[in-house]
């Protein structure tokens, strides 16, 4: 079982920056790693995700803004979000990928504020 922390959320004005970080107890080698978001009132949706490759892909609303990178020797996938906007608020959770397309556990998330 690998478990997940997320951490680097935070309150930032419209326009501000933050890097979130992902944290695997184990490999994330060879898994598809991504970053979703869940807002109050809405179901959770794929933000980023990072094949095992490194080939990236994002939702339509924060190409651009956001870049996932991973560190597969620390275990380790980042999201720089850059310009944040209000309607990136959500609590945001990193989380591996398997063939089946099934996900893993989820971590506790971390918190996105964006308001002035």
């Known amino acids: 079982q690998v478990h997940i922390v997320e951490s680097g959320g935070g309150l930032v004005q419209p326009g501000g920056s933050l890097r979130l970080s992902c944290a695997a107890s184990?490999?994330?080698?060879?898994?598809?790693m991504g970053w979703y978001r869940q807002a109050p009132g809405k179901q959770r949706e794929l933000v980023a995700g990072i094949s095992s490759g490194g080939s990236t892909n994002y939702a339509d609303s924060v190409k651009g803004r956001f870049t996932i990178s991973r560190e597969n020797a620390k275990n380790m996938v980042y999201l720089q979000m850059n310009n944040l906007k209000p309607e990136d608020t959500a609590v945001y959770y990193c989380?591996?990928?398997?063939?089946?397309?099934?996900?893993?556990?989820w971590g506790q998330g971390t918190q996105v504020t964006v308001s002035s």
């Open positions: 989380n591996r990928r398997f063939s089946d397309y099934s996900l893993g556990s």
């Open positions: 184990g490999s994330i080698f060879s898994f598809y």
